[in-house]
Every structure is written in structure tokens, then in C-alpha cells.
């Protein structure tokens, strides 16, 4: 039997958990509602009543655990720094209690972080040694594999790709800055775009989708599929943006290949052509052949990013042979 590792991706809605086998292979899983907002003491207790569920169900003993968190994370220490969607992660050391308990290692990773070493092991990063990972969501996250092995930089903050500036004198980020990839490409940028394309009354077709709500990123494209041709350009526009961030990044980090994940995604070639001749035009040399792939892993980034931490980690301090 292969060996096993207890994953969990700890999202704003779901705490997700899953054995997973050194395929990349889900043997079982077991989800719970996240708590919305509760003490620490107790997100520990359901953290760990969790995690002794799943690993019950285990055909063989569980060799670690990882859990990946949105936010600010100190692997090394095994700490939640910050963690925007749970109030009770604040300063939060989760590792030490959580392996005391159940007696087997356990680490904590970024969720973006621990999904590019995911992709990196099992799925559209194989057979890379450099990969660079950006996730397109409602932010804009990412991670960096070098040489085989998540870089997290000195303080734990490598791979926070959506705080790159494009534009100094661009709209604020909720990091404080202007002009960020995240604050101008993520679903939130392109729901703000829509949101002003309403407000000039420029988009019938937009107005008509949206109705009395507040519009989303989702909403534009669906516009820009329909014939608008403003909420295209945006589109396009925004495509072009995250090209010349990717590029920068390639010409810094030249990556084998940039594997990319998230909702924007559904954009289809409307987000990633105009991404892709941005990018290239920017890229320098050689780097004008790194390969851009798809994730290939899908709903189970998160759970399998967790599992490849787990395994990266446990076998740094004990290499199999």
C-alpha cells in the first residue's frame, strides 16, 4: 500500500479534508462547514476532530498531515500569521497542538503556495524543475517552485504575485498599494469594471444581466459573450495586464513553464490570449518558450496541494528510497 497523507484546504465556506496517496490518488474525504467565527480554542478542536475522522478511515496509518490557509503563513513555524476569511486566525500556531494530538507531523502552507507544489507533483507542472503558478480568482495568488521544491523566500511571502505593481497611480489594493495585479485583473478588479460600465450606462446588454444586483466578473463575460464590445475590451484589457505581470515574473524567475488555476479561467481565450501576446512580448530571450498550461487538477487543487506540502515535508526530514 502506498503511503497516505491527511490533506485539508480550509476555505471561507468548507473545511475540506482527504486521504491521499503518493499518486496523488483521493483514497477518501470528509468535509465540514468552516466555523464562521469562533474562538481559536475551538477552531483547533474541529480542526483536529476532523483530521482523526479522516484518518480513522485510513487503510494504512497516515504518514503527516498539511493544511493549506489563505493568507499570510509562516510555514516554519507553523503559524497563521493572518488569515482574511476566519477571524479566529490571528498569530495562530496550528502545527505544535494539532501533531500533539494526533501524533504524526503537521504542517500548514498558503493555500496558493501549497497549489502550485500540487501542480508541480500531480498535475499540470510534471516533469518541471522550475514552475511558476498564478491561481485567478476573486484575488490573485501564486506559487513558486525552484528546483523541484516550493520557495517560500526568507519571511514566508514568495509567490504573492496579485502585489506586483502595474500601476502606480492604478486603483487601491486592499494591501494598501495602487496599481496592484490584484486590485486591477482579479474577479473583484473585473466586477469593479463592470460595476462602472453600468454606472455610465454604456451597457444595455450588461444592465440587463446584472439587473438590481451588484454585478460580478462572471456578469462581464457574459456581457462580452452576448456582443457587448466595451466588456470585451475590458476583458481583453485585463488580459493584456496580467500578460505584462506574467512576464515580468518570467523574466525574473525564468520558469519551465506557468501553470495557471482559478475562476477567471472561464474567460477562455477572451482573458488568456491577450495574457499570452502581452506576455511574450515582454519576455526576454529564451524566456519567450515558456510553456503556459492549464491546471489539470481542478476542484481537488486545494486538497492536493496540501497532500504534495505534506509529502515534500516529511520527506525532507525522512527521504524514502
Known amino acids: 500500500m502506498s503511503r497516505i497523507v491527511v490533506a485539508a484546504d480550509f476555505g471561507g465556506t468548507n473545511l475540506r479534508s482527504a486521504l491521499v496517496d503518493a499518486n496523488g490518488e483521493i483514497v477518501d474525504r470528509l468535509d465540514v462547514r468552516t ?29 503527516g498531515a498539511a493544511l493549506g490557509v489563505p493568507g499570510l503563513i509562516d510555514a516554519d513555524a507553523g503559524k497563521v500569521i493572518i488569515a482574511p476569511n476566519v477571524a479566529g486566525f490571528r498569530n495562530l500556531v496550528l502545527t505544535e497542538p494539532i501533531a500533539a494530538e494526533l501524533g504524526i507531523p503537521v504542517f500548514i502552507e498558503n493555500d496558493a503556495s501549497a497549489a502550485a507544489l500540487g501542480e508541480h507533483r500531480f498535475g499540470a507542472g510534471r516533469g518541471t524543475r522550475n ?61 469593479e469594471r463592470a460595476r462602472r460600465i453600468i454606472a455610465s450606462g454604456a451597457s444595455p446588454v450588461l444592465l ?44 525574473v524567475l525564468n520558469p519551465e513553464a506557468i501553470t495557471l488555476s482559478g475562476g477567471l479561467l472561464a474567460m477562455g481565450d477572451m482573458l ?14 529564451p524566456a519567450s518558450g515558456t510553456l503556459v498550461r492549464l491546471s489539470t487538477l481542478g476542484d481537488e487543487a486545494g486538497l492536493l496541494g496540501a497532500a504534495a506540502v505534506a509529502f515534500e515535508r516529511v520527506e525532507s526530514v525522512a527521504p524514502q528510497a
Open 35 to 63: 466555523p464562521a467565527s469562533a474562538a481559536p480554542a475551538v477552531i483547533l478542536s474541529d480542526i483536529v476532530k476532523l483530521f482523526r475522522a479522516i484518518s480513522a478511515r485510513s487503510p494504512v496509518p497516515p504518514v
Open 208 to 251: 440587463e444581466i446584472v439587473g438590481y444586483r451588484e454585478p460580478t466578473a462572471a456578469d462581464l463575460h457574459a456581457a462580452a459573450k452576448a456582443g457587448d464590445r466595451q466588456c470585451e475590451a475590458e476583458i481583453r484589457h485585463g488580459g493584456h495586464l496580467l500578460g505584462l505581470g506574467l512576464g515580468s515574473l518570467v523574466n
Open 272 to 285: 488568456l490570449a491577450p495574457m499570452k501576446e502581452s506576455m511574450f512580448s515582454i519576455a526576454y530571450g
Open 131 to 191: 514552475l511558476l503558478h498564478a491561481t485567478l480568482g476573486t484575488g490573485i495568488g501564486g506559487g513558486i517552485v525552484v528546483e523541484g521544491r516550493l520557495y517560500r523566500g526568507a519571511k514566508g511571502l514568495a509567490g504573492e504575485i496579485g502585489h506586483i505593481i502595474i500601476d502606480p497611480a492604478g486603483p487601491r489594493c486592499n494591501c494598501g498599494s495602487r496599481g496592484c495585479l490584484e486590485s486591477m485583473v482579479s474577479g473583484v478588479a473585473f466586477a
